[in-house]
């Protein structure tokens, strides 16, 4: 009974998703913050301000760039926020709102429901297309951790030029022109419509730069957000949105392609999924900036 179990995909998913949601439970209810402080603008120390800001701003003085961190928010000096006093879930939520952390909610769902259907899509695209077997798929999959290295190669040396923010949208942009591409050679025609071998890999690569490149911005600009502290439940909620994804989209990619039209409309909300996500990134811009993050860590003390 217990090797039927484990045989089958869809219930090891369930029981790993089941331990997910454990874990989420634990962290939510069992873990508490310390209290916080929150204290106007006008008194933080802008130390740190050369170590995360804008690219312009580093050839300015220390004051000029305090001019700059009240001058990107119209109520920087308004100090009477309502902050709940205990730790736990009122105030997870709270600051998730607050800080604009809620966003990467939105887009890590998406990022993993692409991915995923990438994926598991690729083997039969080369088939269909190439009529590749498994060898010949395995050597594509093989460089994906090639193009992994090389991804985070860049995203280490455009960070020390460029904002989050920019780079967040920079690689979310590689991995939408990627899922454009595989739509219209893929996604909504009866069979693949490309007979380029290197065009696909060119697609493939462009695809898969933008997607393990923005994993560690999207992380790190999420972790920033959210603050220095209850890291560990923050994180906990967001692995748990990722596995909600990941289950989703495992069960669509075999519907899709086992169904009439299925394999258009999978793509196409794969689409849409991640199109939903750039009206709320500009909605959101300031509180992604440098200096809103800035404030984050010179508003809290003890």
Not at 42 to 62: D, H, K, R
Not at 184 to 199: L, V
Not at 265 to 270: E, G, N, V
């Amino acid at each position: 009974m217990v090797m039927l179990f484990f045989s089958s995909y869809t219930y090891c998913g369930y029981t790993l998703l089941l331990a997910n949601l454990i874990v989420l439970l634990v962290y939510l209810t069992s873990l508490t913050v310390p209290q916080i402080n929150i204290r106007s603008v006008s008194g933080a120390n802008t130390s740190l301000v050369s170590s995360i800001e804008e690219p312009f701003v580093s050839s300015q003085s220390q004051d000029q760039a305090s001019e700059l961190i009240l001058d990107d928010n119209d109520d920087a000096t308004d100090t009477s926020i309502e902050v709940p006093s205990e730790g736990g879930i009122l105030y997870h939520f709270y600051n998730l709102r607050e800080s604009g952390a809620w966003l990467f909610f939105l887009t890590s769902f998406q990022n993993n429901f692409n991915q995923q259907v990438v994926q598991w899509s690729i083997p039969l695209i080369v088939l269909d297309a190439f009529g590749w077997t498994q060898k010949e798929t395995g050597y594509i999959f093989a460089g994906f951790g090639f193009i992994g290295f090389l991804s985070i190669s860049l995203v280490v040396f455009l960070s020390k030029y460029f904002s989050d923010r920019i780079l967040f949208v920079t690689f979310q942009s590689l991995v939408g022109i990627g899922i454009i591409s595989f739509l219209s050679i893929h996604g909504c025609s009866n069979t693949t419509s490309i007979s380029s071998k290197s065009m696909f890999l060119a697609i493939v690569f462009v695809y898969w730069l933008g997607a393990f490149g923005q994993i560690p911005v999207n992380i790190g600009l999420y972790s920033k957000l959210v603050g220095p502290k209850m890291q560990g439940k923050y994180h906990a909620s967001l692995q748990m949105c990722m596995a909600v994804s990941r289950m989703i989209s495992g069960h669509l990619v075999g519907t899709g392609y086992s169904s009439k039209n299925g394999v258009c409309m999978l793509w196409s909300i794969t689409l849409a999924l991640w199109a939903v996500q750039i009206p709320f990134v500009f909605v959101l811009w300031k509180k992604l900036s440098p200096h809103a993050i800035e404030r984050i860590y010179s508003n809290v003390s003890g």
